[in-house]
C-alpha cells in the first residue's frame, strides 16, 4: 500500500493528527515501514487498517478468524504461496474463489493468484483481512499435516508392537489384515479424502530423507499439501 494515500486517509477520518501525519511522512522518506510503526506505537489497530485498505482499495473486508475453511477451497492456494503473499482461498461459489489478502498491492500477489486459479478457470473475489485473522487461518494448512502426521505415527506403533508380538516383519504380514486393521490404513484414508476434497487427479507421496511431502494434482497444476 502506499504509505501516502495510507497516511492521508488516516488524517481524513481523523485516525491520527496532522502532526502525527507529518511524523509518519517523514519516517517512510526514510525508508521506514509506515503501517509497522503506526501499530507498533498503538497509533493505529490492525483493523483499522485492514478497513482503510477496504476503502481505498473498493474491497470488502472479512474476518476469518474461526471461520471453517473447507479443506478443499484452502488448497486452492499452495501453502508457500499463501505464506509468501499471505492470502487465503476462504470460500467457493461454483467458479469464482474468494481470496482473503492482507495488502492486495502487495507485489506479485495478484499475478501470482491469478495464474493459478487460471489454470482451474475460476474467478478470484478478493477481499481484505487483517494480518491476525491471515495467521487464524493459515494454521488450517498445519492442521492437515497434524491430522496425517499423527495417523502415521499410530501406524508405525501399531506395526512395531505387532511384529515384536508375533515375530513376524511387517512384510511377512498378511497384507489384507494389515488394511482391515492397522492403522496405515487411516494414513490412506486421510491422503485421499484431502485429495477427492480439493478435486486432485494425482498424488504424488516424495521421500526426502527422514520426511515425506505429499503433492497433489489439481487441474494441471502440482500443489504440495502435507
Known sequence: MIAAALIDELVRQKKITSAQASELTAAGAS???????????????????ANIRGIMLGL?????????????VLAMIPRRTSEQFHAIAYAREGAVL??????????GA????EFLTREQQLT???????????????????EGKRETATAI???T?????????TGE???????????????????????????????????HIEPHGKETSIRYRIYVVIKTAL
Open 169 to 203: 516383519t511387517a512384510e511377512e504380514m498378511e497384507i489384507t489384515e494389515s488394511v482391515e486393521k492397522a492403522p496405515v490404513s487411516k494414513i490412506v484414508a486421510v491422503v485421499i479424502r484431502h485429495a477427492v476434497e480439493a478435486h486432485a487427479s494425482d498424488i
Open 157 to 165: 506403533s501399531e506395526f512395531a508392537g505387532r511384529a515384536q508380538g
Open 153 to 155: 505415527s499410530e501406524a
Open 124 to 142: 478470484v473475489r478478493y477481499a481484505v483481512i487483517s494480518d491476525t485473522s491471515f495467521q487464524d487461518a493459515f494454521r488450517r494448512y498445519e
Open 60 to 72: 470488502p473486508v472479512v474476518d476469518l478468524q474461526g471461520r471453517e475453511i473447507s479443506p478443499d
Open 31 to 49: 525508508g521506514a515501514d509506515v503501517e509497522h510503526l503506526m501499530l507498533e506505537r498503538g497509533i493505529v489497530r490492525e483493523d483499522d487498517l
Open 98 to 107: 474468494s481470496v482473503g489478502i492482507v495488502d492486495p498491492a502487495h507485489p
Open 110 to 113: 495478484e499475478e501470482a493468484i
